[in-house]
């Protein structure tokens, strides 16, 4: 069944009546978020923007909702994104828009609060920077519907939709095979080349198996993805139309309760620290300083 607002699923494209036909069918928000960091030479920048996009147009286009605009900032540096740059990126400029763990999470939940006051009953929000990220966005996430009922939150990295079927990598085979497939003018191969190249940025993150990509393989991992969060969507859909609730207007006062209680929990932010497995971030690197993310106001005095 073609939604009635044909292809238009974009909150920014929908006129007001649009909007408010599409909620009142399927009172679903979609929200992407991604990054722009280092694939290799061979791949744009925002590859994890846009899968997390791609699916969330796919699902809002199939089973209903709204896809809210895109996030493309997100937490990098911190934690054990630290060790990680040290060896993949080095001393070179990343070309990132990375940001701390507080700035995100605290946006987070007045994006939250924004579709709750928008009438949404169901946000989805699917991830295509992963690796630990996604574990914070959970928490803050619990901790928005304990306050905030009749309203739930999903929160999934792109290889959490296909755990089992596919291992996720960074900009390896399963990474650069999802992008040939959405956008292949994003991908040059050639461009490995430059790898070599003075002052070009060396190897940029770029995975060892990333030129066994193909089209094909990003087709049926993009296919899997969709299928896992259409799934979610049409079992939040279904529970949306059998019982009838109003959710509340939430003011400033309830988000800024909650985040006091996010924020006491800093120091075990899963982006705070490094895994255990990792070895020290060495001192003269440029990543030294994010290994160890402490908030200053979440310190006992
Ligand atoms: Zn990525």
Not at 18 to 41: M, N, S, T, Y
Not at 64 to 72: E, K, L, Q, R, T
Not at 139 to 162: C, G, H, K, N, Y
Request: with cysteine; net charge negative; glycine share 8%.
């Amino acid at each position: 069944m073609r939604p009635s607002t044909g292809f238009k699923t974009r909150w920014a494209e929908l006129l007001p009546h649009e909007f408010k036909r599409r909620l009142a069918d399927c009172p679903i928000v979609f929200l992407p978020l991604g990054i722009c960091e280092p694939h290799g030479q061979v791949s744009a920048l925002g590859l994890d923007t846009f899968k997390a996009e791609w699916l969330c147009e796919q699902a809002a286009l199939t089973v209903g909702g709204i896809v809210a605009p895109s996030m493309g900032y997100h937490i990098h540096e911190t934690g054990y994104h630290a060790r990680w740059l040290e060896d993949e990126v080095g001393e070179e400029n990343p070309h990132m828009t990375g940001i701390p763990p507080t700035a995100m999470l605290y946006l987070f939940l007045y994006q939250l609060r924004a579709f709750a006051n928008a009438g949404f009953r169901g946000i989805v929000v699917v991830s295509g920077h992963s690796g630990g990220n996604q574990v914070d966005l959970r928490t803050a996430a619990e901790l928005f519907i304990r306050e905030v009922r009749d309203v739930q939150v999903w929160v999934r990295s792109d290889p959490e939709l296909v755990e089992g079927l596919y291992e996720g990598d960074h900009a390896g085979k399963y990474e650069i095979s999802q992008l040939m497939y959405l956008r292949p003018d994003l991908i040059d191969m050639s461009a490995k080349a430059l790898e070599k190249e003075p002052n070009a940025g060396g190897r940029l993150a770029l995975g060892a198996d990333a030129e066994e990509a193909s089209p094909e393989l990003g087709k049926a991992i993009m296919e899997a993805c969709m299928e896992s969060v259409c799934k979610q969507a049409w079992a939040m859909k279904e529970e949306f139309e059998a019982t009838v609730v109003t959710p509340p207007r939430i003011g400033y006062d309830t988000i800024e309760r909650i985040w006091a209680e996010l924020l006491r929990s800093s120091r075990h932010w899963t982006t705070a620290n490094p895994w255990p497995s990792q070895a020290p971030v060495s001192d003269r690197s440029q990543w030294k300083p994010y290994e160890h993310y402490r908030v200053k106001e979440a310190e006992p005095e």
